[in-house]
């Protein structure tokens, strides 16, 4: 998992955000410029920014997992010895994946048949609101990737040094 699939796959990961970023960025700027130069706003503007908002979030989970950066309190875990805090540690990745599988995947995956099935669409965009769903099982599948390789690397690691383990 370590591999070039995973790092490949990572880097598709940033660009997008860095790419959805930038478009957000833009968008709600001309959002403002258009109220404050025409007197009205561009009507598709907030409606692109919802949207891409919800994608940035979704995709920034991802992306964090991918770095470790999510939040985690050790403050109780730091008292036990070094088999439990990885008995722990390993159990924090299964119900994570569990999680992750029910809530992003099989939950988004509902998400966007149901959409395709009632075809609703967004007013002001005129797209299929199927677009406003997809970031959950897209995002699910970045999340199980860097939460397989983290539960992997911490499989090996010494939790009693803090190393890779043999």
Same mark, same amino acid.
């Given at each position: 998992?370590?591999?070039?699939?995973?790092?490949? =796959?990572? !880097?598709? +990961?940033? #660009?997008?955000?860095?790419?959805?970023?930038?478009? $957000?960025?833009?968008?709600? %700027?001309?959002? &403002? =410029?258009? !109220?404050? +130069?025409? #007197?009205?706003?561009?009507?598709?503007?907030?409606? $692109?920014?919802?949207?891409? %908002?919800?994608? &940035?979030?979704?995709?920034?989970?991802?992306?964090?997992?991918?770095?470790?950066?999510?939040?985690?309190?050790?403050?109780?875990?730091?008292?036990?010895?070094?088999?439990?805090?990885?008995?722990?540690?390993?159990?924090?990745?299964?119900?994570?994946?569990?999680?992750?599988?029910?809530?992003?995947?099989?939950?988004?995956?509902?998400?966007?048949?149901?959409?395709?099935?009632?075809?609703?669409?967004?007013?002001?965009?005129?797209?299929?609101?199927?677009?406003?769903?997809?970031?959950?099982?897209?995002?699910?599948?970045?999340?199980?990737?860097?939460?397989?390789?983290?539960?992997?690397?911490?499989?090996?690691?010494?939790?009693?040094?803090?190393?890779?383990?043999?």
């Amino acid at each position: 998992m370590t591999g070039n699939f995973y790092r490949w =796959a990572m !880097r598709i +990961l940033d #660009g997008l955000l860095a790419v959805m970023v930038g478009l $957000l960025v833009l968008d709600v %700027l001309l959002g &403002v =410029a258009s !109220r404050y +130069l025409w #007197g009205a706003q561009v009507k598709w503007t907030e409606e $692109l920014a919802t949207l891409l %908002l919800v994608y &940035v979030s979704i995709f920034g989970i991802a992306a964090a997992f991918d770095r470790s950066a999510h939040l985690g309190i050790d403050a109780l875990t730091s008292h036990f010895d070094a088999k439990t805090r990885k008995q722990l540690a390993l159990s924090a990745h299964v119900v994570t994946l569990a999680f992750v599988v029910i809530v992003f995947e099989i939950g988004g995956w509902m998400l966007v048949r149901q959409a395709m099935v009632n075809w609703n669409v967004l007013p002001a965009l005129q797209v299929s609101d199927v677009v406003m769903f997809l970031p959950l099982p897209l995002g699910g599948m970045f999340v199980l990737l860097s939460e397989i390789r983290n539960l992997l690397a911490d499989a090996r690691k010494d939790f009693e040094h803090g190393t890779e383990g043999n």
